[in-house]
């Protein structure tokens, strides 16, 4: 079985506070960060052992994992495991990079988000230049915030041409087509983060070949589905896969809507799906005109 699994376990704390993010934050007690590491390492154990399936696994958490020695640990590991095609983690990009010198680089990935206000632009450029000197495949994106444009434009000039910028839509913002225009001269990308799809009753891979996992091992289809699909540990999941249309009225976040049937992202992003890279040339240096969505 070909199965995609995103990984949310019970991690929140961060070392960023940023004012537009809609996950909740906290400082994680002793207690909690003991519980995420053992949900962490049960987790990383089970895949290890599905050598009958081919997985490709990204890690989602509510907080930042590669400040935490057991993300960096899970993740190198899994990334030399045959039957893993790809283990990618979103990421502030905080943290120390030499660790990925244990991983495979044809398998490990990093969706790595800057925060302006949040980091100095030259450290979190220093770190994005030397994942590409490692041949560390990843992307890099930035919220769709007036304040931001001016760091974004600098970002899309310093990275490496072959590093995707891509932009996403600030939560609760309003663009017109002229702030879109400019967002989309970055990432031509920009149109399907700029407004919610419907979905309601639209066919959508998770629940059939992606799931999402929590750290008791309960799987959904996705994060934003709370209808329980059974458990990863004792395998009850797997009778529930099967294709089924999406129950909600719009889906407004990339790592829902990019599975979307009715949407070109599984061609667009062929191949890195995961770690948010198309398949095409670098956005922001070749157009891709044929890639506007419909409106939705």
Not at 119 to 132: E, V
Not at 194 to 223: F, I, K, N, Q, Y
Request: aromatic share 10%.
């Amino acid at each position: 079985m070909d199965l995609t699994i995103l990984y949310r376990g019970p991690l929140a704390s961060c070392d960023y506070d940023c004012p537009y993010c809609p996950f909740a934050k906290r400082r994680d007690s002793r207690a909690q960060l003991t519980a995420d590491r053992s949900a962490l390492e049960r987790f990383a154990g089970w895949a290890s052992e599905q050598t009958g399936d081919r997985l490709s696994l990204l890690f989602t958490p509510w907080g930042e994992g590669l400040v935490r020695s057991w993300y960096r640990r899970a993740l190198a590991e899994l990334s030399r495991l045959p039957h893993v095609r790809r283990v990618a983690i979103q990421t502030n990009l905080s943290g120390r990079t030499q660790w990925l010198d244990e991983a495979d680089p044809d398998t490990i990935a990093l969706w790595c988000t800057f925060h302006p206000g949040q980091t100095p632009y030259d450290r979190f450029l220093a770190k994005c230049r030397d994942l590409a000197e490692r041949g560390i495949r990843h992307s890099v994106g930035v919220v769709g915030l007036p304040e931001h444009l001016e760091q974004a434009r600098r970002l899309r000039d310093d990275l490496p041409d072959h590093v995707y910028l891509w932009v996403n839509a600030a939560e609760g913002h309003t663009y017109t087509d002229a702030e879109a225009a400019r967002w989309t001269a970055l990432d031509p990308l920009f149109p399907y983060s700029r407004h919610p799809h419907r979905s309601a009753g639209l066919p959508c891979r998770t629940g059939e070949s992606v799931v999402s996992v929590d750290g008791e091992g309960t799987v959904r289809r996705c994060h934003f589905v709370r209808e329980e699909l059974g458990n990863l540990y004792d395998g009850s999941y797997r009778a529930a896969l099967r294709p089924r249309a999406c129950p909600l009225a719009v889906c407004d976040c990339h790592i829902g809507y990019v599975h979307l049937e009715t949407l070109p992202l599984y061609d667009v992003f062929a191949g890195g799906v995961l770690e948010r890279i198309p398949a095409a040339p670098p956005p922001g240096r070749t157009p891709l005109r044929l890639l506007t969505p419909a409106s939705s």
